[in-house]
Protein backbone atom coordinates (compact mmCIF):
# COMPACT_ATOMS: atom_id res chain seq x y z
CA UNK A 1 0.00 0.00 0.00
CA UNK A 2 2.95 2.47 1.12
CA UNK A 3 4.52 2.01 -2.18
CA UNK A 4 1.23 2.36 -4.43
CA UNK A 5 0.25 5.57 -1.84
CA UNK A 6 3.58 7.86 -2.09
CA UNK A 7 3.88 8.97 -6.26
CA UNK A 8 0.07 10.50 -5.31
CA UNK A 9 1.31 12.64 -2.29
CA UNK A 10 2.13 15.55 -4.56
CA UNK A 11 1.74 18.59 -2.48
CA UNK A 12 3.74 17.36 0.62
CA UNK A 13 6.40 20.41 1.05
CA UNK A 14 6.11 22.05 4.63
CA UNK A 15 5.61 25.97 3.81
CA UNK A 16 4.99 25.55 0.19
CA UNK A 17 1.38 27.46 1.12
CA UNK A 18 0.89 30.33 3.23
CA UNK A 19 -2.55 28.94 3.59
CA UNK A 20 -3.22 26.34 3.98
CA UNK A 21 -0.49 24.65 5.57
CA UNK A 22 0.91 21.39 3.64
CA UNK A 23 1.79 18.44 5.95
CA UNK A 24 4.55 16.36 6.01
CA UNK A 25 4.76 12.76 3.90
CA UNK A 26 2.72 10.20 5.42
CA UNK A 27 2.38 6.74 3.84
CA UNK A 28 -1.10 5.35 2.46
CA UNK A 29 -1.80 2.95 5.80
CA UNK A 30 -1.49 6.08 8.12
CA UNK A 31 -4.11 8.06 5.82
CA UNK A 32 -6.61 5.21 6.16
CA UNK A 33 -6.08 5.06 9.90
CA UNK A 34 -6.73 8.38 9.91
CA UNK A 35 -9.55 8.59 8.25
CA UNK A 36 -11.05 5.46 10.24
CA UNK A 37 -10.80 7.43 13.18
CA UNK A 38 -12.49 10.61 11.55
CA UNK A 39 -12.38 14.31 11.72
CA UNK A 40 -11.35 14.97 8.35
CA UNK A 41 -13.05 16.37 5.13
CA UNK A 42 -12.76 14.82 1.41
CA UNK A 43 -12.70 17.55 -0.46
CA UNK A 44 -13.73 15.56 -3.77
CA UNK A 45 -14.08 17.01 -7.64
CA UNK A 46 -16.81 15.04 -9.32
CA UNK A 47 -16.09 11.68 -11.27
CA UNK A 48 -15.34 11.77 -15.23
CA UNK A 49 -17.98 13.50 -16.71
CA UNK A 50 -17.15 14.61 -20.75
CA UNK A 51 -17.37 18.72 -21.33
CA UNK A 52 -19.66 17.66 -24.50
CA UNK A 53 -23.26 18.32 -23.55
CA UNK A 54 -25.81 15.64 -23.68
CA UNK A 55 -28.62 16.05 -25.81
CA UNK A 56 -32.44 15.08 -24.32
CA UNK A 57 -32.08 11.62 -25.95
CA UNK A 58 -29.01 11.11 -24.22
CA UNK A 59 -29.26 12.38 -21.24
CA UNK A 60 -29.53 10.22 -18.15
CA UNK A 61 -32.90 9.87 -16.33
CA UNK A 62 -33.11 13.01 -13.57
CA UNK A 63 -30.81 15.51 -15.72
CA UNK A 64 -33.88 17.16 -17.22
CA UNK A 65 -31.51 20.73 -17.70
CA UNK A 66 -29.26 18.68 -19.92
CA UNK A 67 -25.86 19.58 -17.76
CA UNK A 68 -22.85 17.49 -17.99
CA UNK A 69 -23.10 13.89 -17.10
CA UNK A 70 -20.76 11.56 -15.93
CA UNK A 71 -19.49 8.78 -18.49
CA UNK A 72 -19.45 5.05 -18.26
CA UNK A 73 -15.73 5.52 -16.61
CA UNK A 74 -17.40 7.88 -13.91
CA UNK A 75 -19.53 6.19 -12.86
CA UNK A 76 -18.26 3.04 -12.37
CA UNK A 77 -15.54 5.08 -10.65
CA UNK A 78 -18.12 7.02 -8.21
CA UNK A 79 -19.40 3.18 -7.24
CA UNK A 80 -15.92 1.13 -6.93
CA UNK A 81 -15.30 5.00 -4.51
CA UNK A 82 -18.08 4.36 -2.64
CA UNK A 83 -17.40 0.60 -1.94
CA UNK A 84 -14.12 1.20 -0.90
CA UNK A 85 -14.95 4.11 1.69
CA UNK A 86 -17.51 1.10 3.12
CA UNK A 87 -15.04 -1.50 2.74
CA UNK A 88 -12.25 0.41 4.72
CA UNK A 89 -14.99 1.19 7.01
CA UNK A 90 -14.31 4.98 6.36
CA UNK A 91 -16.77 6.80 8.70
CA UNK A 92 -18.80 9.66 6.71
CA UNK A 93 -21.34 11.58 8.78
CA UNK A 94 -21.70 14.47 6.49
CA UNK A 95 -22.19 14.37 2.59
CA UNK A 96 -22.49 17.46 0.64
CA UNK A 97 -22.35 18.28 -3.13
CA UNK A 98 -22.88 21.27 -5.40
CA UNK A 99 -26.06 21.27 -7.05
CA UNK A 100 -24.63 19.95 -10.59
CA UNK A 101 -25.85 17.38 -11.98
CA UNK A 102 -22.44 15.69 -12.10
CA UNK A 103 -21.42 15.94 -8.32
CA UNK A 104 -24.86 14.53 -6.91
CA UNK A 105 -24.52 11.71 -9.77
CA UNK A 106 -21.49 11.08 -8.39
CA UNK A 107 -22.57 10.89 -4.46
CA UNK A 108 -25.88 9.08 -5.22
CA UNK A 109 -23.57 6.45 -7.38
CA UNK A 110 -21.36 6.29 -4.22
CA UNK A 111 -24.22 4.96 -2.51
CA UNK A 112 -24.61 7.94 -0.55
CA UNK A 113 -28.08 9.62 0.84
CA UNK A 114 -29.10 12.75 2.64
CA UNK A 115 -26.78 14.33 0.34
CA UNK A 116 -27.01 17.98 1.19
CA UNK A 117 -26.97 20.67 -2.07
CA UNK A 118 -24.63 23.62 -1.14
CA UNK A 119 -24.55 26.68 -3.28
CA UNK A 120 -20.84 27.71 -2.33
CA UNK A 121 -19.64 24.16 -3.76
CA UNK A 122 -21.26 25.38 -7.56
CA UNK A 123 -18.58 27.89 -8.25
CA UNK A 124 -16.51 26.47 -11.35
CA UNK A 125 -15.13 29.82 -12.97
CA UNK A 126 -11.12 29.99 -12.53
CA UNK A 127 -12.13 33.69 -10.88
CA UNK A 128 -14.07 33.74 -8.09
CA UNK A 129 -16.01 35.94 -5.59
CA UNK A 130 -14.21 36.63 -2.41
CA UNK A 131 -16.97 35.65 -0.94
CA UNK A 132 -17.30 32.58 -2.18
CA UNK A 133 -13.49 31.52 -1.55
CA UNK A 134 -13.84 32.86 1.95
CA UNK A 135 -16.64 30.97 2.26
CA UNK A 136 -15.10 27.69 1.03
CA UNK A 137 -11.89 28.77 3.20
CA UNK A 138 -14.44 28.94 6.76
CA UNK A 139 -16.01 25.79 5.77
CA UNK A 140 -12.20 23.95 5.48
CA UNK A 141 -12.53 24.87 9.20
CA UNK A 142 -15.39 24.11 10.43
CA UNK A 143 -14.61 20.31 12.26
CA UNK A 144 -16.77 17.64 12.30
CA UNK A 145 -17.87 16.25 15.84
CA UNK A 146 -17.17 12.58 14.67
CA UNK A 147 -16.98 10.82 11.44
CA UNK A 148 -15.39 12.84 8.08
CA UNK A 149 -17.34 15.21 6.03
CA UNK A 150 -17.37 14.75 1.84
CA UNK A 151 -17.65 17.90 -0.15
CA UNK A 152 -18.09 16.74 -3.84
CA UNK A 153 -17.83 20.07 -5.58
CA UNK A 154 -15.75 21.13 -8.79
CA UNK A 155 -12.40 21.99 -10.08
CA UNK A 156 -12.54 25.78 -9.96
CA UNK A 157 -13.51 25.31 -6.22
CA UNK A 158 -10.73 23.32 -5.15
CA UNK A 159 -8.13 25.43 -7.78
CA UNK A 160 -9.06 28.60 -5.77
CA UNK A 161 -8.70 27.33 -2.47
CA UNK A 162 -5.44 25.36 -3.30
CA UNK A 163 -4.28 27.91 -6.39
CA UNK A 164 -0.72 25.96 -6.42
CA UNK A 165 -1.90 22.62 -6.45
CA UNK A 166 0.11 20.95 -8.96
CA UNK A 167 -0.47 18.76 -11.22
CA UNK A 168 -4.12 20.56 -11.77
CA UNK A 169 -6.85 18.23 -9.78
CA UNK A 170 -8.48 15.33 -11.48
CA UNK A 171 -12.07 14.31 -12.39
CA UNK A 172 -12.51 12.38 -9.08
CA UNK A 173 -9.25 13.11 -7.27
CA UNK A 174 -10.19 14.34 -3.34
CA UNK A 175 -7.75 15.94 -1.40
CA UNK A 176 -8.00 15.48 2.40
CA UNK A 177 -7.74 18.39 4.71
CA UNK A 178 -7.06 18.27 8.51
CA UNK A 179 -9.75 20.83 9.45
CA UNK A 180 -8.67 20.62 13.31
CA UNK A 181 -5.61 23.02 13.53
CA UNK A 182 -5.49 26.59 13.60
CA UNK A 183 -5.67 26.73 9.84
CA UNK A 184 -6.82 23.43 7.70
CA UNK A 185 -3.86 21.53 6.71
CA UNK A 186 -3.91 19.48 3.34
CA UNK A 187 -2.27 15.99 4.26
CA UNK A 188 -2.97 14.10 1.13
CA UNK A 189 -4.63 13.69 -2.45
CA UNK A 190 -6.06 10.46 -4.01
CA UNK A 191 -7.27 10.05 -7.13
CA UNK A 192 -10.51 8.21 -7.78
CA UNK A 193 -9.34 5.21 -8.87
CA UNK A 194 -6.65 4.13 -6.10
CA UNK A 195 -9.56 3.50 -3.07
CA UNK A 196 -9.83 0.26 -4.43
CA UNK A 197 -6.34 -0.64 -4.11
CA UNK A 198 -6.22 0.23 -0.36
Known sequence: MDRLFKPLLLVIYAGFFTSPVISQDLSGDQIIAALQQGGYIIFMRHANAPGELPTAATADAGNVKLERQLDDKGKRDAVSFGEAIRRLNIPISSIESSPSFRT??????????????REFLLQEAS????????????????Q???GNRLMVSHSGNIMAIFPDLYPYIEQGEALIVDPTGANYVLVARIPITEWQNF
Open 104 to 117: RETARLAGFTNVVL
Open 127 to 142: EMPDAIVNSLRSELKR
Open 144 to 146: QES
